[in-house]
């Protein structure tokens, strides 16, 4: 099996985990509690070596991988839809797909509230006035609700790349370069 077709059956996994629970949890008015539940879970992810391990490796059984996410969801205090859907998913195991249930539940989420994340990489990191002013033109542009979601790359020298959905708007510093030394080499 290629990576291509891994990540592929992840995200389908993930994908009909994800729009049942938020089925569910929609129609119980409960979005912003998942919302809430998703990030910290999403955090705890990144932070954890240890429950990365457990998600994705082998050498856990079917038994220690439930008991230990039921273990995580109870201490973290989850919701009973996503600690019954991550039990759901031990028992089946498909807890590799969690990255991309977050991430799905996440967009299901933004496109319910009519939001929309931008992608921000810029040199230097953008003080509250400029994430302001940035989301305020953003948001007039697509005429969604802006979330940004930044980074700093100094290798950019100057300047912001900006994606947001299938757009991406380069005016660092080193693109501009990257152009001078193509259209340079080009006359030469």
Do not use: C, H, W
Request: glycine content about 8%; cysteine-free; aromatic content about 2%.
């Amino acid at each position: 099996m290629t990576v291509a077709n891994s990540a592929s059956i992840s995200a389908s996994i993930a994908g009909r985990y994800a729009q049942a629970l938020f089925d569910i949890v929609k129609e119980s008015g409960g979005i912003d509690e998942l919302s809430s539940q998703i990030a910290d879970l999403g955090a705890t992810l990144d932070d954890s070596k240890d429950l990365r391990d457990l998600i994705s490796s082998p050498v856990y059984t079917r038994q220690q991988q439930q008991d230990g996410i039921a273990a995580i969801a109870k201490k973290m205090g989850l919701g009973a839809p996503l600690a019954n859907t991550l039990a759901l998913m031990g028992q089946n195991r498909r807890l590799f797909a969690l990255p991309q249930l977050l991430t799905r539940l996440e967009k299901l989420i933004a496109d319910e509230r009519g939001e929309v994340t931008a992608d921000v990489v810029s040199a230097v990191a953008l003080n509250d006035e400029q994430k302001k002013r940035l989301t305020a033109t953003l948001a007039e542009k697509s005429g969604k609700k802006v979330k940004l979601n930044t980074r700093v790359d100094e290798t950019l020298i100057g300047g912001m790349i900006v994606k947001l959905g299938s757009q991406m708007i380069d005016s660092s510093i080193k693109s501009k370069l990257a152009s001078l030394q193509n259209a340079m080499k080009e006359v030469g």
